[in-house]
């Protein structure tokens, strides 16, 4: 059967560090001729309800989802140290796991303010309100503090504020409280939601190093690995895709859609258009969803 329905399985809403609103999101997923989208906020499920809602309105699917960060240490990737997100789709919000990623949003909120102490022993001021007003009213992070900082002329680009003070290990940086991944993978599959490996890259892994461990992953309830992501080369993706036929993984993908805060990336195609995902992919997750 053709089917050239086209879906994107990795967005960011106001509710994190997107700068579109989830019903934004979700309508300009259906201008630009999507049948689905996910919503995927840095550990929070906060935008969820509202691009549901807009989802029945405008004939859209929306897929209720979370991209949590885990606690994860492996080597350089670029310029900087590997990281580990896991996207967990249909997971409820009322659940154990939901409950506690809500309990991370108030570690958060202390990470903030002490990230704003260490900016002004830096010689870099600025306040909770101002940090709060270029966010969109959601979670507050680090984009949200390049902004301020670019804002205020403390550096030239968003990235500079990476650079010099916010990446890991930086100067103004703060520790995340994050979970351990064998553990988020098996609660999340245990509560009967799907996770999925969001942009493999980013673990630094290759060959057999990365085969084991997804094997690893997979015996405790992974269900996914996204296959396609902007910065995955033609070659590992199509590595990915034998490891995910290998292990019985969905192959899934997504553009991780930030609006204007990474203004490359567009929703449904990533950068150059580089990122395809059919709605099979969405079909598939939603067929593993409370089994
Ligand atoms: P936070 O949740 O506050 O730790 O911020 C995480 C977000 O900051 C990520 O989703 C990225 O968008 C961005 N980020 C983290 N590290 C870097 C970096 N070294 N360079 C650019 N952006 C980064
Ligand atoms: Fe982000
Ligand atoms: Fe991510
Ligand atoms: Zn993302």
């Not at 399985?9 to 106001?14: D, E, I, P, Q, S």
């Not at 019903?23 to 499920?45: I, P």
């Not at 929306?62 to 990737?77: F, H, T």
């Not at 490891?243 to 991780?256: I, K, M, R, V």
């Amino acid at each position: 059967m053709d089917d050239r329905r086209r879906v994107d399985l990795h967005a960011h809403t106001t509710a994190s560090d997107g700068t579109l609103s989830p019903s934004e999101l979700v309508r300009l997923a259906c201008t630009s001729g999507l049948a689905g989208v996910a919503v995927t906020d840095h550990d929070t499920m906060d935008g969820v309800q509202e691009a549901l809602v807009e989802g029945t309105a405008c004939g859209v699917e929306v897929v209720p989802g979370v991209e949590i960060s885990l606690e994860y240490k492996g080597p350089m990737v670029g310029k900087r140290g590997a990281w580990m997100h896991l996207l967990v789709y249909h997971l409820s919000p009322d659940g154990p796991l939901g409950t506690e990623l809500a309990d991370m949003q108030r570690w958060r909120a202390e990470r903030n303010v002490r990230m704003i102490r260490k900016l002004a022993e830096l010689g870099l001021p600025m306040t909770l309100d101002e940090v709060a007003a270029v966010s969109g009213g959601g979670q507050l992070g680090r984009p949200h503090f390049a902004q301020v900082m670019l804002d205020k002329g403390y550096v030239a680009t968003r990235q500079e504020a990476f650079d010099r003070f916010l990446a890991k290990g930086g100067p103004a940086y703060e520790e995340k409280q994050r979970l351990e991944p064998d553990d988020a993978i098996a609660r999340a599959r245990a509560e009967g939601a799907v996770p999925v490996l969001a942009h493999p890259y980013s673990l630094g892994l290759e060959g057999d190093a990365l085969r084991e461990r997804l094997a690893r992953w997979t015996d405790l309830g992974l269900c996914g690995l996204e296959v396609e992501y902007t910065e995955h080369t033609p070659a590992f993706r199509a590595s990915l895709a034998g490891l995910a036929g290998e292990l019985g993984l969905l192959a899934t993908g997504g553009s991780d859609f930030h609006g204007a805060n990474k203004t490359d990336i567009l929703l449904g195609s990533g950068r150059d258009h580089n990122v395809r995902v059919p709605w099979a992919a969405l079909e598939g997750i939603r067929a593993l969803a409370s089994r």
